[in-house]
């Protein structure tokens, strides 16, 4: 899809649906969905990952830059792969950084 769509009862069932036929991919290219994100101009994001970017850094400098006057609140979900404390450490920091909230969830 190619557009933003209303929150109506059944799109938010076909984002169900789609969000369980999805598989998660290796790629820690945040940078690149953060942008395609950005440019749809998003009141809220809901950045949902496991937090092990290849660039934690990066990640955190490119969203200073592009959201410097918090246009765009950030929510982050955190993914418990049994991940180390740094990737939790940086999703708590860009929700607190970007206006929004950070929860953690077990992933299946």
Known sequence: MDQLVPATNANKEKLARWAMAV??????????????????????????????????????????????????????????????EGPERVLKQIAKQNGGVYSKRKAE
């Open 23 to 84: 598989s998660p991919r290796n790629s820690a290219d945040i940078i690149t969905v953060l942008e395609l994100a950005f440019k749809q101009q998003p009141d809220l994001i809901f950045l949902v990952t496991d937090g092990d970017f290849d660039d934690n850094q990066g990640v955190i400098d490119w969203l200073t830059k592009h959201n410097n006057k918090l246009q765009i609140r950030i929510n982050t979900i955190g993914l418990d792969r049994d991940a180390a």
